[in-house]
């Protein structure tokens, strides 16, 4: 047989246009990617359940994490936040632009804004 060694290597040269900003599996290993303002969220982990979210809390989380996971049903997605916003008349692109607890509210069952995730059941 053919040793891998003699294979061609494969073509790479296309890999700068998407490396730059870094992929996305990078911004869940390198802490330091989003910088000492994302991190920590002034609350503590358990969440209590009076404790709910500012604006400003609500709006800080979007900036600095630029995938989101949707948990359907107990099957759980990640999708960019920027996606979402190509579709403001949809469910999920009203979730990508609204500010506060209670609009978000109006479009989930629940959602954890430590865990970056949001919550639908499916009926």
């Given at each position: 047989?053919?040793?891998?060694?003699?294979?061609?290597?494969?073509?790479?040269?296309?890999?700068?246009s998407?490396?730059?900003?870094?992929?996305?599996?990078?911004?869940?290993?390198?802490?330091?990617?989003?910088?000492?303002?994302?991190?920590?969220?002034?609350?503590?982990?358990?969440?209590s359940?009076?404790?709910?979210?500012?604006?400003?809390?609500?709006?800080?989380?979007?900036?600095?994490?630029?995938?989101?996971a949707?948990?359907?049903?107990?099957?759980?997605?990640?999708?960019?936040?920027?996606?979402?916003?190509?579709?403001?008349?949809?469910?999920?692109g009203?979730?990508?632009?609204?500010?506060?607890?209670?609009?978000?509210?109006?479009?989930?069952?629940?959602?954890?804004?430590?865990?970056?995730?949001?919550?639908?059941?499916?009926?």
């Amino acid at each position: 047989g053919v040793s891998s060694f003699t294979q061609p290597l494969p073509d790479i040269s296309g890999v700068s246009s998407w490396a730059n900003p870094l992929p996305d599996i990078a911004l869940h290993t390198l802490d330091h990617v989003h910088g000492p303002s994302c991190q920590p969220f002034p609350w503590k982990l358990p969440e209590s359940p009076e404790r709910i979210p500012s604006r400003q809390i609500i709006l800080k989380s979007k900036k600095c994490h630029k995938r989101v996971a949707l948990n359907v049903g107990g099957v759980r997605h990640e999708v960019m936040w920027k996606m979402l916003e190509q579709y403001p008349q949809s469910r999920l692109g009203q979730l990508a632009i609204v500010e506060t607890h209670e609009k978000i509210m109006e479009l989930v069952s629940d959602y954890s804004l430590i865990d970056n995730e949001y919550f639908f059941d499916r009926h």
